[in-house]
């Protein structure tokens, strides 16, 4: 029985793309009414998610790349300067008479890493420690940052109760990843066995719901036009550009491996929109909130077409122009 699973989860990774896709359409077909208990049954979903993935890594692992942080230090910069720039160029070059939309841009740019992002890397066998660093600092960082970053892009402060967001980061990754490594080394690493099998088919179902619900919440706020079908298009290149400089990024890293650029390309890239789409609403006028919604749509198909691309790329390097098997470094 525990083959078969493993066997059925191991299937279901190979094909992420449909999972999600099939999720989003069913989220935008289906009316589901927000509330705050959905939410919460949310965060829940978020913890496990972390805390199955976490099953797989070990602790020491984690402080290994807390001692010398420099990577997901890199990465932070990556998000919040460079991204930035990335999403300014964008819309004063496409918007330079809709400052709402320029705005929703830039709020868009500086939203926090998304808790997601180390599912992903898991799924890819990522360095998973370096995510879960990524995502840790970057939570620690954002409460001093993005009123700054505000202040710049508005002209005035904005202030923001980041207090349950803090404690929803808590609840959804720090308190779950430490269980979960410390269950990892306590039990000398065969918690990666539930993790490979039941607990990866489950995270993956709780995958499903998680974007069926931010399908279902972010398809009122759109309505057909070609001012959407732009904004479509601007939101997919930035969704595109921000997994690309995760790649880019990592090959600053000196000797780096294929862990540390999954771990790279899916903390550069996947952000917490949830977040974002709340400061949004909460704080700017509606317009604003219309790009980030618009990102929900992009950021998880793409994520689950990454480890297509590699795979492509690492079938045509392995085999030469003439059938021959190539050795690749």
């Known amino acids: 029985m525990k083959i078969e699973i493993a066997a059925i989860n191991n299937w279901l990774g190979k094909r992420m793309f449909l999972v999600v896709v099939t999720a989003l359409i069913l989220g935008f077909l289906m009316s589901v009414p927000d509330s705050p208990y959905v939410r919460y049954f949310l965060v829940v979903l978020f913890a496990y998610m972390t805390f199955v993935t976490a099953l797989g890594t070990s602790l020491k692992s984690f402080i290994q790349v807390m001692g010398k942080p420099w990577i997901p230090l890199w990465v932070i910069l990556l998000i919040h300067i460079m991204t930035p720039l990335t999403a300014w160029f964008l819309g004063n070059l496409l918007y330079a008479d809709l400052p709402e939309m320029q705005l929703g841009l830039l709020v868009a740019a500086a939203i926090p890493v998304g808790v997601t992002s180390v599912m992903w890397t898991a799924l890819t066998q990522g360095n998973v420690s370096i995510s879960l660093v990524a995502v840790t600092l970057d939570t620690l960082i954002v409460p001093a940052l993005l009123p700054a970053y505000y202040k710049i892009i508005v002209g005035q402060a904005v202030m923001i109760n980041y207090t349950s967001l803090i404690i929803q980061l808590v609840l959804m990754v720090t308190i779950p990843s430490i269980l979960g490594m410390v269950l990892y080394d306590w039990t000398g690493g065969k918690t990666a066995a539930f993790a490979k099998g039941i607990g990866g088919l489950t995270s993956k179902l709780a995958l499903f719901i998680v974007i069926f619900f931010n399908g279902a919440f972010v398809s009122p706020a759109i309505h057909l036009s070609w001012d959407i079908i732009q904004m479509i298009a601007v939101a997919l290149i930035m969704v595109v550009s921000a997994y690309a400089l995760g790649y880019v990024g990592s090959l600053c890293v000196p000797n780096r491996s294929r862990d540390i650029t999954m771990a790279m390309i899916y903390s550069v890239g996947m952000r917490n929109a949830t977040c974002g789409l709340v400061i949004a609403i909460t704080y700017f006028p509606p317009a604003v909130a219309v790009p980030i919604a618009l990102l929900m749509l992009?950021?998880?198909?793409?994520?689950?077409?990454?480890?297509?691309?590699?795979?492509?790329?690492?079938?045509?390097?392995?085999?030469?122009?003439?059938?021959a098997t190539a050795r690749v470094e």
Do not use: N
Request: hydrophobic share 35%; net charge positive; charged share 20%.
């Open 298 to 323: 992009f950021q998880q198909p793409i994520a689950a077409t990454i480890p297509t691309i590699f795979k492509y790329l690492d079938d045509k390097r392995t085999i030469s122009p003439q059938g």
